[in-house]
């Protein structure tokens, strides 16, 4: 079995949590806790790369990412 590393995006809101793979075009997921989402989100991540591999579909990863947040006044 090999490893992948993707990158993941986690994000709340008044109904719980949202969480996407950047990498993997139409990976997403939910969940009402952090810990549900996380799961979801790494079983996600395998079946979609699972469908890739059955497919012979290249699996994109990548070796940096970068996140910031920023102030904008309006």
Known sequence: ???YRFAIIVQKDEDGYSAYCPELQGCYTQGDTFEEVMANIKDAIRLHVED????NEPIATS???SLS???VVV
């Not at 890739?52 to 497919?55: C, D, K």
């Open 69 to 71: 947040s920023l102030e």
């Open 63 to 65: 070796e940096m990412v």
């Open 1 to 3: 079995m090999k490893s």
């Open 52 to 55: 890739r591999l059955a497919s």
